[in-house]
């Protein structure tokens, strides 16, 4: 059943259950905020780029406001909740608004889980991330959770809240953190060939 929401377009990526801060400092977007926090309501983070707005997002809702300034601007905590798909946009308000629908996904995973799993605690040992960090006790897909600890590129992130299976986005996702492992691998090489003046030690 479609509903109609603010929309709030981010040059990032915004995944279910994953916590965002904002600053909130254009007209328009204060007027949607003040509005969904008024009601207790929700809105929809679109990402956008130089190739235009996406018509897939997450619906938010604000958990926290953390300060508050006297021309209206607001920090602020988000938090993912459900991904929605655009069908049409709609007008009436100071702020964009469209009628959206919830989209469908297939849950079902099979070795891509155990896969996904491995490769994220090798990548947070890598990164210096939680340790005590047990993410499969998270609830819902597996893929979200790892979304919500990973600062992935935008675009690839997009890329992977669009794929409408479980077992996609977690194969998407085991190439993206070892691609991230190798990013990591070269920044602990040319941290330790800077200590030695880019000369390998002679033993």
């Known amino acids: 059943m479609a509903h109609e929401i603010g929309i709030f377009a981010l040059e990032t990526v915004l995944s279910p259950g994953e ?3 904002l600053h909130v400092f254009e007209e328009r977007y204060k007027a949607l905020i003040g509005e969904c926090l008024e009601k207790d309501g929700s809105f929809l983070v679109l990402y956008t780029d130089e190739a235009g707005t996406r018509e897939l997002g997450c619906t938010a809702s604000v958990v926290e406001v953390i300060e508050r300034f006297e021309d209206g601007r607001m920090n602020i905590v988000v938090e993912g909740a459900e991904l929605v798909q ?7 308000r100071p702020y964009t608004t469209a009628l959206v629908e919830p989209v469908a996904d297939d849950p079902e995973v099979g070795e891509e889980r155990d896969a ?3 490769m ?5 040992a890598a990164a210096g991330l939680e ?4 993410i499969e006790a998270e609830e819902g897909p597996l893929s979200y959770a790892i979304m919500a600890r990973v600062d992935f590129p935008a675009a690839e992130k997009q890329n992977v809240i669009e794929m409408r299976t479980e077992r996609e986005r977690l194969m998407a996702l085991v190439e993206l953190l070892a691609r991230g492992m190798q990013a990591l691998q070269r920044v602990e090489e040319i941290r330790k060939r800077a200590q030695t003046n880019g000369k390998v030690p002679h033993d």
């Open 19 to 21: 916590l965002l801060p």
């Open 86 to 92: 655009v069908v049409e946009l709609t007008r009436g």
């Open 116 to 118: 996904a799993v491995s």
């Open 120 to 124: 994220y605690r090798r990548f947070a």
């Open 131 to 134: 340790a005590e960090d047990d």
